[in-house]
């Protein structure tokens, strides 16, 4: 997916379904829904634009997890998450990290290595709560492989999902790619990390039959409870969840301050809201969380991130590019346009753009670009318009003056750089 491209084609989607919806057909009305769309601001607004750079690494791999083995270094968030959350004395966490920072491991690995630890103690020791079942399915997934490729989890640490609807052939033991999800087995023999939603918990509540997933929970059984994408239960449905997570605690007897609770969000709110969404949580929780709770992200700075690259390439999209360009992403060729794009910005560019070499290439070539350090200094991941980028670098770039619309031009530099990947 290109943003910037698909920003354009959603503007263009809502202003052709006006025109069909509006027609003005009489003569002193005609033109005038087009006269309205060319018109800025009238019907939309120009869309923000942010190029967020990498999270910071952290300097050594982990030391805390037996079972655990992580195939690279955990981004620094991560580690500070573990810190917190590893052993029988983990500490009630927020996770307010952004998207593809790896929030699921944040608690994954502590709740596992917690699970592997009290390996053939019977009862569920961890609860993951998700807003949708296609999310929890997702992660049910990721979850299975990340067991099987432990020889310590492997057979050690079982999952199961508990989301209601009946499958046609329910699994009834872990395997490569999936949870147990056949309810008798999970009924006869609680899984040690149960994955559920709100709505399906309550019933694991309520109805007699489902009793029996809880017999050999006591009250210092249940060590985790993990909510993923917080923000989505507020109002009624937060007010749910609070009295839902309430009643589990009373029901298993446990007793207030035992409970590692867990919250994960990429739009959890600003710093300055930070007592906000910790009353937020120990509301959704009924448990404490302390002033140091919540983990944000990490992110190196330009200046660490272009640290060595040096400036090699100045080539610019001319104003019969530009056009170019505008005609590619208006017929919805998104690889000619890469490919377009490409020749434009990186003239001696050697490699395919649509093969997984020539992306990560486009990544490297990107860095050494004068245009593309202007642009990331300039924002320094900020949400910017494209306009507001223009005008601020018309400066120091004049041939920016010169295009019909410089915010083609720029948009294209931002296709590649959504286009592009690390090794």
Sequence with gaps: MLPSILAKQLQKGIGDYIETTFPMTNEPFKGSVQKMLANKG?????????????????????TCFEAIHPAYLPYVHQQKAFERLIGDDGRSTLVATGTGSGKTECFLYPILEYCYQHRGERGIKALIIYPMNALATDQAKRIAEMIYGSDELRGNVTV???????????????????????????????????????????????????????QDNDSETLKYIAVDELHTFDGAQGTDLACLLRRLKRRLGIYDGYLCC?????????????????????????????????ITE???????????????????????????????????????????????WLPDFSFDVLEDEGRIQL???????????????????????????AEDLAIHYPDLKTLPDATVVINSLFALISHSRTG
């Design 42 to 62: 009238s019907v939309y607004h120009e869309p923000y634009i942010a190029v967020r750079l990498p999270f910071r690494v952290a300097a050594e791999m982990p």
């Design 160 to 214: 199961g999902m508990y989301v209601g609807g009946q499958e046609h052939t329910p699994a009834r033991t872990m395997s490569e790619h999936g949870v147990i999800t056949d309810h008798e087995t999970m009924l006869n023999n609680a899984p040690d990390i149960l994955m559920t939603n709100y709505k399906m918990l309550d019933y694991l509540l309520v109805r007699p039959k489902d009793a029996l997933l809880w």
């Design 262 to 294: 867990i919250g994960t969000s990429a739009t959890m709110g600003s710093k300055e809201n930070n007592n906000n969404i910790l009353n937020y949580a120990e509301e959704i929780f009924g448990e404490p969380f302390d002033k140091d709770a919540i």
């Design 298 to 344: 990490n992110r190196l700075s330009a200046q660490e991130f272009f640290a060595g690259a040096d400036v090699t390439e100045f080539a610019m999209p001319t104003a019969e590019q530009a056009v170019e360009l505008e005609k590619l992403s208006a017929e919805d060729e998104p690889s000619a346009y890469l490919q377009s794009a490409v020749k434009d």
């Design 363 to 389: 990544g490297y070539e990107l860095m050494h670009h004068s245009f593309m350090q202007s642009v990331i200094n300039l924002t320094g991941g900020t949400y910017y318009k494209v306009s507001k980028i």
